[in-house]
Protein backbone atom coordinates (compact mmCIF):
# COMPACT_ATOMS: atom_id res chain seq x y z
CA UNK A 1 0.00 0.00 0.00
CA UNK A 2 1.34 3.54 -0.39
CA UNK A 3 0.19 6.89 0.42
CA UNK A 4 -0.19 9.41 -2.56
CA UNK A 5 -3.10 11.75 -2.22
CA UNK A 6 -1.05 15.03 -2.47
CA UNK A 7 -1.15 16.29 1.45
CA UNK A 8 -3.74 13.94 2.75
CA UNK A 9 -1.83 11.42 4.62
CA UNK A 10 -5.08 9.59 5.41
CA UNK A 11 -6.47 8.83 2.28
CA UNK A 12 -4.63 5.55 1.22
CA UNK A 13 -5.26 3.51 -2.03
CA UNK A 14 -3.26 0.88 -3.84
CA UNK A 15 0.04 2.21 -5.45
CA UNK A 16 -1.05 0.57 -8.46
CA UNK A 17 -4.34 1.59 -9.35
CA UNK A 18 -2.46 3.70 -12.28
CA UNK A 19 -0.96 0.25 -13.44
CA UNK A 20 -4.35 -1.95 -12.96
CA UNK A 21 -6.70 0.64 -14.92
CA UNK A 22 -3.61 0.77 -17.75
CA UNK A 23 -3.58 -3.04 -17.69
CA UNK A 24 -7.16 -3.99 -17.78
CA UNK A 25 -7.61 -1.15 -20.98
CA UNK A 26 -4.99 -2.72 -22.68
CA UNK A 27 -6.08 -6.05 -21.94
CA UNK A 28 -9.61 -4.78 -23.34
CA UNK A 29 -8.12 -3.06 -26.46
CA UNK A 30 -6.35 -6.52 -27.38
CA UNK A 31 -9.82 -8.17 -26.58
CA UNK A 32 -11.45 -5.50 -28.99
CA UNK A 33 -9.26 -6.26 -31.80
CA UNK A 34 -10.02 -10.00 -31.94
CA UNK A 35 -13.18 -9.18 -33.42
CA UNK A 36 -13.43 -7.36 -36.93
CA UNK A 37 -16.73 -5.56 -37.64
CA UNK A 38 -18.28 -8.29 -39.16
CA UNK A 39 -17.75 -10.75 -35.85
CA UNK A 40 -18.88 -7.91 -33.62
CA UNK A 41 -22.17 -7.35 -35.64
CA UNK A 42 -23.06 -11.11 -35.61
CA UNK A 43 -22.82 -10.89 -31.48
CA UNK A 44 -24.90 -7.78 -31.40
CA UNK A 45 -27.27 -9.90 -33.88
CA UNK A 46 -27.50 -12.65 -31.10
CA UNK A 47 -27.81 -10.69 -28.40
CA UNK A 48 -30.85 -8.05 -30.37
CA UNK A 49 -32.18 -11.49 -30.92
CA UNK A 50 -32.29 -12.90 -27.57
CA UNK A 51 -33.31 -9.60 -26.15
CA UNK A 52 -36.68 -10.51 -28.86
CA UNK A 53 -37.31 -13.61 -27.94
CA UNK A 54 -36.88 -13.16 -24.33
CA UNK A 55 -37.36 -9.52 -23.29
CA UNK A 56 -40.12 -8.31 -25.39
CA UNK A 57 -41.64 -6.16 -22.96
CA UNK A 58 -38.71 -3.92 -23.28
CA UNK A 59 -38.74 -0.50 -25.11
CA UNK A 60 -37.52 -0.50 -28.48
CA UNK A 61 -35.43 2.71 -30.42
CA UNK A 62 -32.71 4.59 -28.94
CA UNK A 63 -31.31 3.08 -25.87
CA UNK A 64 -33.91 -0.02 -26.33
CA UNK A 65 -33.32 -3.86 -26.67
CA UNK A 66 -33.34 -3.27 -30.58
CA UNK A 67 -30.79 0.10 -30.34
CA UNK A 68 -27.02 -1.67 -31.68
CA UNK A 69 -24.74 1.11 -30.37
CA UNK A 70 -25.61 0.58 -27.07
CA UNK A 71 -25.84 -3.14 -27.61
CA UNK A 72 -22.31 -3.08 -29.22
CA UNK A 73 -21.07 -1.06 -26.27
CA UNK A 74 -22.04 -3.37 -23.56
CA UNK A 75 -20.76 -6.09 -25.55
CA UNK A 76 -17.57 -4.23 -25.14
CA UNK A 77 -17.96 -3.77 -21.76
CA UNK A 78 -18.57 -7.70 -21.09
CA UNK A 79 -15.73 -8.50 -23.02
CA UNK A 80 -17.57 -9.75 -25.95
CA UNK A 81 -19.68 -12.21 -23.83
CA UNK A 82 -23.00 -12.57 -24.79
CA UNK A 83 -24.38 -13.48 -21.62
CA UNK A 84 -22.42 -10.65 -20.05
CA UNK A 85 -23.77 -8.17 -22.06
CA UNK A 86 -27.29 -9.22 -22.17
CA UNK A 87 -27.68 -9.63 -18.35
CA UNK A 88 -26.30 -6.13 -17.77
CA UNK A 89 -28.19 -4.49 -20.41
CA UNK A 90 -31.15 -6.05 -19.83
CA UNK A 91 -30.99 -4.45 -16.38
CA UNK A 92 -29.74 -0.87 -18.17
CA UNK A 93 -32.56 -0.84 -20.11
CA UNK A 94 -35.40 -1.55 -17.34
CA UNK A 95 -33.41 1.07 -15.29
CA UNK A 96 -34.06 3.63 -18.03
CA UNK A 97 -37.50 2.75 -18.41
CA UNK A 98 -38.60 2.76 -14.94
CA UNK A 99 -36.22 5.96 -14.01
CA UNK A 100 -37.81 7.53 -16.99
CA UNK A 101 -34.38 8.87 -18.13
CA UNK A 102 -35.53 9.52 -21.55
CA UNK A 103 -38.42 11.92 -20.01
CA UNK A 104 -35.66 13.99 -18.13
CA UNK A 105 -35.35 17.72 -19.65
CA UNK A 106 -33.72 21.13 -18.61
CA UNK A 107 -37.54 22.33 -17.27
CA UNK A 108 -37.92 18.88 -15.26
CA UNK A 109 -34.95 19.32 -13.61
CA UNK A 110 -34.97 22.88 -13.33
CA UNK A 111 -35.48 23.52 -8.97
CA UNK A 112 -32.00 21.05 -8.37
CA UNK A 113 -30.14 23.26 -11.42
CA UNK A 114 -30.92 26.31 -9.44
CA UNK A 115 -28.85 24.95 -6.79
CA UNK A 116 -25.65 24.98 -8.21
CA UNK A 117 -24.56 21.77 -6.84
CA UNK A 118 -24.02 20.37 -9.98
CA UNK A 119 -23.78 20.96 -13.95
CA UNK A 120 -21.88 20.17 -17.46
CA UNK A 121 -19.14 22.37 -17.76
CA UNK A 122 -19.51 24.46 -21.45
CA UNK A 123 -15.70 23.56 -22.28
CA UNK A 124 -14.18 19.82 -23.19
CA UNK A 125 -10.94 18.77 -20.73
CA UNK A 126 -7.65 18.92 -22.70
CA UNK A 127 -7.90 15.40 -23.56
CA UNK A 128 -11.15 16.29 -25.56
CA UNK A 129 -13.69 14.81 -22.57
CA UNK A 130 -16.69 16.78 -21.67
CA UNK A 131 -16.56 17.70 -17.51
CA UNK A 132 -19.41 16.86 -14.92
CA UNK A 133 -18.57 19.26 -12.10
CA UNK A 134 -20.50 18.51 -8.42
CA UNK A 135 -20.21 21.40 -5.94
CA UNK A 136 -19.76 19.25 -2.94
CA UNK A 137 -20.87 22.04 -0.02
CA UNK A 138 -24.01 22.80 -1.89
CA UNK A 139 -25.44 19.27 -1.55
CA UNK A 140 -27.69 19.07 1.55
CA UNK A 141 -29.11 15.79 1.77
CA UNK A 142 -31.37 17.46 4.34
CA UNK A 143 -32.98 20.03 2.46
CA UNK A 144 -32.34 18.64 -0.96
CA UNK A 145 -35.25 15.67 -2.36
CA UNK A 146 -32.90 13.01 -2.97
CA UNK A 147 -35.09 11.64 -5.83
CA UNK A 148 -34.93 15.61 -7.55
CA UNK A 149 -31.02 14.96 -6.67
CA UNK A 150 -30.70 11.88 -8.70
CA UNK A 151 -32.87 13.06 -11.58
CA UNK A 152 -30.41 15.97 -11.85
CA UNK A 153 -27.19 13.42 -12.04
CA UNK A 154 -28.66 11.68 -14.42
CA UNK A 155 -29.65 14.15 -16.84
CA UNK A 156 -26.00 15.67 -16.40
CA UNK A 157 -24.63 12.26 -17.15
CA UNK A 158 -26.86 12.20 -20.17
CA UNK A 159 -26.08 15.64 -21.14
CA UNK A 160 -22.70 15.03 -20.70
CA UNK A 161 -22.84 11.94 -22.99
CA UNK A 162 -24.20 13.91 -25.62
CA UNK A 163 -20.95 16.21 -25.70
CA UNK A 164 -18.96 13.58 -26.52
CA UNK A 165 -16.42 14.47 -29.42
CA UNK A 166 -15.97 11.52 -32.63
CA UNK A 167 -13.69 9.28 -31.07
CA UNK A 168 -14.17 9.51 -27.55
CA UNK A 169 -15.90 7.79 -25.19
CA UNK A 170 -15.10 9.06 -21.61
CA UNK A 171 -16.61 12.00 -19.33
CA UNK A 172 -14.47 13.45 -16.96
CA UNK A 173 -15.76 14.23 -13.65
CA UNK A 174 -14.62 16.67 -10.48
CA UNK A 175 -15.51 17.21 -7.22
CA UNK A 176 -14.88 19.94 -5.57
CA UNK A 177 -14.42 19.21 -1.91
CA UNK A 178 -13.60 22.92 -0.71
CA UNK A 179 -15.88 23.72 2.44
CA UNK A 180 -16.91 20.33 2.42
CA UNK A 181 -18.68 19.49 6.02
CA UNK A 182 -21.35 17.35 7.22
CA UNK A 183 -24.09 18.00 6.42
CA UNK A 184 -22.93 17.26 3.14
CA UNK A 185 -22.27 13.91 3.61
CA UNK A 186 -25.00 11.97 1.92
CA UNK A 187 -24.20 7.94 1.81
CA UNK A 188 -27.36 6.66 0.12
CA UNK A 189 -26.54 9.19 -2.65
CA UNK A 190 -23.13 7.97 -3.23
CA UNK A 191 -23.94 4.53 -3.50
CA UNK A 192 -26.56 5.74 -5.89
CA UNK A 193 -24.22 7.15 -8.43
CA UNK A 194 -21.65 4.64 -8.15
CA UNK A 195 -24.82 1.68 -9.03
CA UNK A 196 -25.76 4.49 -11.80
CA UNK A 197 -22.30 4.44 -13.53
CA UNK A 198 -21.33 0.91 -13.22
CA UNK A 199 -24.34 -0.93 -14.47
CA UNK A 200 -25.92 1.33 -16.03
CA UNK A 201 -23.25 3.57 -17.94
CA UNK A 202 -20.55 1.45 -17.86
CA UNK A 203 -16.95 2.60 -18.81
CA UNK A 204 -18.17 6.41 -19.60
CA UNK A 205 -16.49 7.66 -16.55
CA UNK A 206 -12.95 8.06 -17.57
CA UNK A 207 -11.77 9.91 -13.99
CA UNK A 208 -13.20 11.64 -10.90
CA UNK A 209 -10.78 13.92 -9.88
CA UNK A 210 -11.54 14.99 -5.50
CA UNK A 211 -10.20 18.26 -5.71
CA UNK A 212 -8.90 19.81 -2.30
CA UNK A 213 -10.23 17.36 -0.42
CA UNK A 214 -10.36 18.98 3.35
CA UNK A 215 -9.45 16.85 6.64
CA UNK A 216 -12.48 16.59 7.73
CA UNK A 217 -13.04 14.90 4.30
CA UNK A 218 -10.80 11.59 6.22
CA UNK A 219 -13.75 9.68 8.38
CA UNK A 220 -16.11 10.16 5.19
CA UNK A 221 -13.61 8.49 2.74
CA UNK A 222 -12.45 6.20 5.05
CA UNK A 223 -16.27 4.84 5.00
CA UNK A 224 -17.23 5.59 1.49
CA UNK A 225 -14.50 3.64 0.36
CA UNK A 226 -16.44 0.26 0.02
CA UNK A 227 -19.09 1.74 -1.51
CA UNK A 228 -16.88 3.16 -4.13
CA UNK A 229 -15.08 0.08 -4.62
CA UNK A 230 -16.10 -0.46 -8.25
CA UNK A 231 -15.03 2.95 -9.53
CA UNK A 232 -12.08 3.27 -6.95
CA UNK A 233 -9.22 2.99 -10.05
CA UNK A 234 -10.53 6.28 -11.54
CA UNK A 235 -10.56 8.51 -8.24
CA UNK A 236 -7.23 10.92 -7.95
CA UNK A 237 -6.98 13.97 -5.49
CA UNK A 238 -5.64 16.81 -6.47
CA UNK A 239 -5.01 20.43 -5.73
CA UNK A 240 -6.83 23.07 -7.81
CA UNK A 241 -3.16 24.19 -9.23
CA UNK A 242 -2.94 20.74 -10.67
CA UNK A 243 -6.47 20.59 -12.04
CA UNK A 244 -5.29 23.42 -13.66
CA UNK A 245 -1.77 22.43 -14.86
CA UNK A 246 -2.71 19.15 -16.06
CA UNK A 247 -7.03 19.58 -17.49
CA UNK A 248 -7.37 22.81 -18.76
CA UNK A 249 -6.12 26.16 -20.90
CA UNK A 250 -6.89 29.25 -19.14
CA UNK A 251 -9.60 29.94 -21.79
CA UNK A 252 -11.22 26.00 -21.13
CA UNK A 253 -10.78 26.43 -17.08
CA UNK A 254 -13.86 26.32 -15.09
CA UNK A 255 -14.91 29.64 -13.26
CA UNK A 256 -14.97 28.15 -10.31
CA UNK A 257 -11.26 27.01 -9.77
CA UNK A 258 -9.75 30.84 -11.50
CA UNK A 259 -9.29 32.07 -8.16
Known sequence: MATHMLGHPYLVLPSNLTRIKSVGRCKLSIKNRLFDQTEAHKLVLEVKEKLERKHRSLPIGRNGRDDEDIILWFLKDGKFSVDRALGKLTKAIKWREEFRVNELSEASVSDMTRTGKAYVHDFLAVNGQ??????????????????????LSVFLIEKALSKLPPGKEEILGIIDLRGFGSRNVDFKFLAFLVDVFYYYYPDRLGLILFVE??????????????????????????????????YFTEATLPDIFRN
Open 213 to 246: APFIFQPFWQLAQPLFKPLISLVRFCDVETLRKE
Open 130 to 151: PVFIVIASKHLPGVHDSRESEK
